[in-house]
């Protein structure tokens, strides 16, 4: 569920904000002065943002400029009156994605906030399936790739099976972003995540699954973590990819699932899974394809030396037996996470060997199946106190960018701002 604080000095404005946004299903916090909003910010992980920018004690500019630095991933939308357009304007030049007019319609808010997430999340397109060329050799790649294509040319719906970390909603992206519906809504229905309400409690799957696939209308509805569901639902989704007309209204229907192709027969409908079957494709792992390793490796090293402004050139051989060796649960996920990572702990223009043990370490202080970190380190150390001290060197080395920490400690940004919370760091 998507979290939005709303800065604004006037708390009616605050209180009538967020009780639209609870409606739509957000979770909402408000804040009536940017001290206030500041430290909401930092204890905890807003997708975005909207902020007055005018306030008594500090005008929306200087907010918009501290959420920059302090976490760029955070989306701002400025409020503002009519006599302020160009300021808010200008805003956009700094950095807010959107702004939005005073007196504030709530049908124009929800369009622009949808807008603004719709925007982030096409942001986040994994590397290796944005440019076609980005892919490993070998067979298997060249069969995934060729299907990919198939589905790009027909229009057809597909089920994406693969483990975790293997891409799966890339593919999704991979395949809107070349298809002719890439101008059209690229809506996504999470069955682990959207079906439950702010209280946690279970929403009706039909419902939301029409409301979805309303909403696509045109696009492409990426149906995320299929899994055991009830007939009505499976019936809906069936009916969804049988029976559509391929008009302007047309919808196409990408399916990802972690469960195994053998699987699905014992959790879905006969039906559904004939349905799903007649187009599918199964994303390889990482373990044991050292071409695959070694490409990916290879390829995040030069992302990572672009986005950190970094210039490390080569990855020592000694460090590549361990890759090759290592089970790589999470797969490309976590092998581009550990690249970003050894780029930064790398002082000269090669990953050393040296660095393994703090590479391969997480927060527990546990080694991988490959790499045993030293137990000195850890030795007399509570759990708390390591994952602080953790924490706090990560974001050192970050210089407090939060999303960079969180990609060297190999969590998600909402598991470190609940770390940062749960053991009181102080954040400059």
């Known amino acids: 569920m998507k979290r939005i604080l709303i800065l604004d000095d006037n708390l009616t404005i605050c209180l009538m904000l967020k009780s639209w946004l609870v409606k739509q299903h957000y979770q909402a916090d408000t804040a009536t002065s940017v001290q206030e909003a500041q430290q909401k910010v930092k204890n905890e992980a807003y997708d975005l943002i909207l902020s007055d920018i005018r306030m008594p004690e500090a005008d929306g500019f200087s907010f918009l400029s501290w959420i920059k630095k302090f976490d760029s991933d955070i989306l701002v939308i400025m409020m503002t009156g009519y006599a302020d357009i160009e300021t808010a304007v200008e805003s956009m030049k700094l950095g807010a994605v959107d702004y939005i007019a005073k007196p504030i319609e709530a049908e124009v808010l929800y369009k622009k906030i949808d807008d603004a997430l719709k925007y982030q999340e096409n942001q986040k397109i994994t590397e290796q399936f944005r440019d076609p060329l980005i892919r490993p050799g070998g067979e298997i790649y060249t069969r995934v790739f060729d299907k990919l294509s198939e589905v790009v040319h027909d229009d057809s719906h597909l089920l994406v099976i693969g483990d975790k970390g293997t891409g799966k909603t890339s593919v999704a992206h991979y395949i809107y972003s070349r298809s002719r519906i890439d101008s059209g809504p690229f809506v996504t229905f999470d069955l682990d995540s959207q079906v439950l309400n702010r209280n946690g409690e279970r929403r009706d799957y039909e419902e939301l699954f029409l409301q979805a696939l309303d909403k696509a209308k ?4 990426l149906v995320k973590n299929l899994q055991k569901t009830g007939i009505n639902f499976q019936t809906l989704l069936l009916k969804a990819l049988s029976s559509q007309k391929k008009d302007d209204n047309f919808v196409q229907i990408i399916i990802t699932t972690g469960e195994k192709k053998e699987q699905l027969t ?13 187009s599918y494709i199964e994303l390889p792992t990482l373990r044991g394809n050292e071409e695959a390793i070694l490409f990916y490796a290879e390829h995040f090293l030069g992302v990572a030396n672009r986005q950190l402004d970094r210039k490390v ?13 290592h089970s790589w649960e999470e797969n490309i996920k976590e092998l581009k996470n550990l690249i970003f990572k050894a780029c930064l702990l790398t002082e000269g223009n090669t990953v050393p060997e040296t660095i393994l043990p703090v590479l391969f370490k997480n927060l527990a202080g546990e080694g991988t199946e490959s790499v045993q970190p030293q137990k000195q380190v850890i030795e007399g150390l509570k759990k708390e106190n390591y994952e602080k001290e953790k924490i706090i060197e990560a974001l050192g080395i970050a210089k407090g960018n939060k999303t960079v920490a969180a990609s060297i400690l190999n969590i998600d940004r909402k598991t470190l701002y609940n770390k940062i919370k749960l053991y009181n760091v102080e954040l400059n």
């Open 218 to 221: 045109g696009g492409l509805l």
């Open 266 to 278: 014992s959790v879905l409908l006969p039906k559904l899974v004939d349905s799903l079957l007649r």
């Open 313 to 325: 050139k080569n990855i020592a051989p000694e460090v590549l037996d361990v890759f090759f060796k």
